[in-house]
């Protein structure tokens, strides 16, 4: 998993409550035997006019140019500005590969789902839960301004605007180192490489037909 | 101080613990199959990561596979890739893989017990919620996700935090003709499907230590729709006689060690459990669940139940939508709906005392001169793997079955959730030997009933359910 540190980028506004997984992933991609290549089909349904199947390339797919994330002013954003309870529906882990092969490393939204938002963690994702009021005039500010941009800090847990207000969120201990030295489950667990070893070693003295 | 199973099992595998309760456990073994398993690897070889002990692992593709004729191959190519890119990441990898040609290829949760892989004492994992089925041999075994199997292939761990333990003791005598389905289902019956949320489960009792391994199998497989991650029942004579001379299984002086840590492997004499239910198996009568959940069941000798009796607004709204999915009426008795088809297979029933108990009921109707009826359109026989297949045979069931009008077919997970080509069409019912009968399962708009095995056959000849107990009366006159 790529580390998290700072990100400095381009902000794009998803002007909408409740996005379920489905709509960020839609079922049919399930079948799919891939973990990476989602990204082309994040919000199928809403940035194509045509039907998103599995293994088609979407080069050629007629583009929805009312969805906001098709506009040429958004192209290249890694920051998703959204409303309440971004993320609800089933578990897949689809939508947080979906979210990071399109480009998003951060979340911004007053709230999110609860699986959603671990499965972010997971993933290389930063979700950020601000106030209402505060993502209220960010979205009035990124949709006024024309390439604007945040820098997101998680070391400081901070969001700083163009003007230089730093606006502070708060994440869980844990999730936060993970994140931020780029440890997946699977890092983390190598970091104990000698631990599980030396188990190997001591279980086999006693368990040995465990081993062969 | 006194411990229980899970306390035993769960310490025996603590490689590392976190100050805030999250241990990192690990797994033993590891049973792969092609529905969750093609983005692990893809993760793996993304990250160019190795696999920390290959030899842990057992790979087999079930759910996807044909149970007809095998040599015309997959047809769907959506199934066919999948279980494609099974193949190729066990060759690439170098993982033990049954492939859908081998004899000992079938359900995940049917030929690892079989193989002698599943061992007492051993944690067990899968990217499959019925992997608890294992926890039948005093093991601690759970099903896991996606981005766990792939941790698990890398690290041989899991970062786990400890559940709570329950106690579900069932004492007395099970009635002739009942089996361990009727119990298992008794009980999400009794505590429901989320009763065991939080719990690593404990069977327990006299009608459990009288059970056959097939049956507590079939037991700790049902956990999961208790809402118990884990199920388990103690190692006995029962269990060490049953691993004894598998593939798998440990051989000559490490046989020897191994039985003797396998004896340890129940909870000891006042160990503490933070809750306890208990069951009379006498009581135990036929079950047959009416609506689309597990927990909607009841005896064969019922009615479907009127909503207006429902304990709460939420469970009424529930089984009013259940009714409806259903197509049934309150009131009318369960021994008189009528089924279209019948499935006798799964992880939960396709072994060969399974096999066994359904064959009995079709010899006892061809000896009535009677066969299926005329209103089921289908009654498959889908044994769990190739070996209990063959076994059957070398027994004559598949006789017994063919002869009674049953159709018998080629391992796999079949009509347990549709995935090939074996399915419910909208509006048809099913008696069905699986575990889940969630709407659209077992195929969009299938109507599923799920029972025992001998249930299963009984109502596939009668046309509708009937009471096993009676049928078995008049087999003995
Ligand atoms: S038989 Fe059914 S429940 Fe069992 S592993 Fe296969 S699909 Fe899952």
Redesign the interface.
């Known amino acids: 998993m790529k580390p998290f540190t700072t990100l400095q980028g381009l902000v794009a506004p998803l002007d909408r409550a409740n996005v379920d997984t489905d709509a960020i992933i839609p079922k049919q991609f399930l079948?799919s035997?891939?973990?990476?290549g989602f990204g082309p089909n994040a919000f199928d349904e809403w940035r194509y006019l045509d039907r998103g199947e599995?293994d088609r390339d979407c080069s050629g797919r007629p583009l929805n140019a009312d969805f906001v994330l098709n506009r040429p002013r958004y192209q290249g954003a890694s920051i998703l500005l959204t409303r309440e309870n971004f993320g609800c529906g089933s578990?897949r882990?689809h939508a947080p590969w979906a979210l990071e092969d399109y480009g998003f490393r951060a979340i911004i939204a007053s709230s999110f789902a609860d699986i959603f938002f671990n499965n972010c963690f997971?993933n290389g994702v930063l979700p950020i839960v601000l106030a209402a009021d505060v993502v209220e005039r960010l979205f009035v500010e990124t949709e006024a301004r024309e390439g604007y941009q945040l820098t997101i800090d998680l070391g400081a847990q901070t969001v700083t605007t163009p003007a230089g207000e730093a606006i502070r969120f708060s994440v869980d201990g844990?999730s936060k180192h993970r994140l931020f030295n780029g440890l997946?489950?699977?890092g983390?667990?190598?970091l104990?490489t000698d631990?599980?070893k030396a188990?190997?070693v001591r279980?086999k003295a006693?368990?040995?037909?465990?081993f062969? | 101080m006194a411990r229980t199973l899970y306390d035993k099992l769960w310490d025996a595998h603590v490689v590392h613990q976190e100050d805030n309760g999250t241990a990192l456990i690990y797994v033993d073994r590891h049973l792969v199959h092609e529905v969750t398993s093609p983005q692990a690897f893809e993760g793996l070889k993304l990250a160019g990561r190795r696999l920390w002990q290959a030899k842990t692992v057992l790979a087999t593709p079930d759910h996807n596979v044909p149970t007809t004729d095998r040599a015309a191959g997959i047809v769907d190519p959506v199934s066919r890739t999948q279980v494609e890119t099974l193949d190729a990441n066990c060759v690439e990898f170098g993982l033990n893989e049954f492939r859908m040609d081998d004899s000992r290829q079938g359900i995940v949760h049917v030929i690892g017990p079989e193989q002698g892989f599943t061992l007492p004492g051993a944690t067990l994992v899968c990217g499959d919620s019925h992997t608890s089925t294992h926890g039948a041999f005093a093991a601690l075994a759970f099903g896991i996700g996606t981005s766990e199997v792939e941790q698990v292939l890398a690290t041989q761990c899991l970062w786990q935090k400890k559940s709570k333990a329950m106690l579900v003791k069932v004492d007395g005598e099970l009635p002739a003709g009942l089996t361990a389905k009727d119990v298992a289902l008794a009980i999400i019956g009794r505590i429901g499907t989320a009763g065991g949320n939080g719990y690593a489960v404990e069977f327990g009792g006299a009608a459990i230590r009288a059970l056959s391994m097939e049956g507590r199998m079939t037991l700790c497989n049902m956990a999961i729709e208790a809402g118990a991650r884990a199920g388990m029942v103690a190692a006995d004579e029962k269990t060490i006689a049953y691993v004894e001379g598998r593939p798998q299984a440990p051989k000559g002086d490490d046989w020897q060690q191994a039985v003797a840590c396998w004896r340890t492997l129940h909870s000891d004499e006042g160990a503490p459990f933070d809750a306890v239910i208990e069951f009379d198996a006498a009581l135990i009568k036929p079950q047959v669940t009416w609506g689309t959940s597990p927990e909607m069941v009841l005896s064969v000798e019922d009615r479907v139940p009127n909503p207006i009796d429902a304990p709460t607004a939420v469970k009424k709204a529930d089984w009013e939508r259940a009714l409806a999915y259903m197509g049934l009426t309150a009131g009318t008795p369960i021994a008189e709906i009528a089924i279209d088809k019948a499935f006798i297979g799964s992880c939960t029933n396709s072994r060969i005392e399974d096999l066994r108990q359904a064959a009995a009921v079709a010899r006892w109707a061809v000896a009535q001169g009677r066969r299926v009826a005329s209103n089921v359109k289908l009654a498959i026989v889908v044994p769990g793997s190739g070996l209990v297949k063959s076994q059957a045979e070398a027994e004559g069931l598949d006789k017994d079955f063919l002869a009674a009008g049953f159709e018998w077919r080629e391992p796999g997970c079949s009509m347990c959730l549709a995935m090939n080509a074996d399915r419910l069409e909208p509006g048809e019912r099913c008696a069905s030997t699986s575990n889940r009968n969630f709407e659209g399962r077992q195929g969009q708009g299938g109507r599923t009933h799920l029972v025992s095995p001998a249930m299963a056959a009984a109502a596939a000849v009668f046309g509708h359910f009937v009471d096993i107990r009676g049928l078995m009366n008049e087999a003995r006159q």
Request: proline residues 4%.
């Open positions: 079948k035997i891939k973990r990476s599995p578990s882990e997971k844990e997946d489950d699977i983390l667990t190598l104990h631990k599980i188990y190997e279980r006693e368990a040995r037909w465990l062969q």
